[in-house]
Nanobody, 119 residues
Framework: VQLVESGGGSVQAGGSLRLSCAAS????????MGWFRQTPGKEREEVAA????????YYADSVKGRFAVSRDSAKNTLYLQMNSLKPEDTAMYYC??????????????RGQGTQVTVS
C-alpha cells in the first residue's frame, strides 16, 4: 500500500492549489482518508477527512469554506482543493488512509508529504 502526494507549490495569498494523493495497493473508497499539515515547531493538524464511501467529510475550522476534500474512485486518488489560500496555510501537507478515521499516529498508511507555501 502506498500513498503519494503531489500538487504542492508556491502561490500568492488568495490563490488556489489542488493537492492529490494517489493510492496504490488497495481501493481508496474502502478507506477513510485524511489530509494533515504540519509546520516546523507546531503540532500536526488534521485539515480534512473523508469517510469510506465518501458520504461524509470533516474540515478543521481553519479551512471550512475554503478547502474541499474529494476522491475519484476510478483514479484511486484523493484530492484537496484549496481556495482563498492564506500565508498561515503554509505547511507540509500529508495524506493518510485506514479503515477508520483516526489521528495521524493511528493511521496505518501515510504519505511523504507535499509542500505548500503561500506568500
Amino acid at each position: 500500500v502506498q500513498l503519494v502526494e503531489s500538487g504542492g507549490g508556491s502561490v500568492q495569498a488568495g490563490g488556489s492549489l489542488r493537492l492529490s494523493c494517489a493510492a496504490s495497493g488497495y481501493s481508496a473508497t474502502k478507506y477513510c482518508m485524511g489530509w494533515f499539515r504540519q509546520t516546523p515547531g507546531k503540532e500536526r493538524e488534521e485539515v480534512a477527512a473523508i469517510w469510506a464511501g465518501g458520504g461524509s467529510a470533516y474540515y478543521a475550522d481553519s479551512v471550512k469554506g475554503r478547502f474541499a476534500v474529494s476522491r475519484d474512485s476510478a483514479k484511486n486518488t484523493l484530492y484537496l482543493q484549496m481556495n482563498s489560500l492564506k500565508p498561515e496555510d503554509t505547511a507540509m501537507y500529508y495524506c493518510a488512509a485506514d479503515y477508520y478515521c483516526r489521528t495521524w499516529d493511528g493511521y496505518k498508511y501515510r504519505g511523504q508529504g507535499t509542500q505548500v507555501t503561500v506568500s
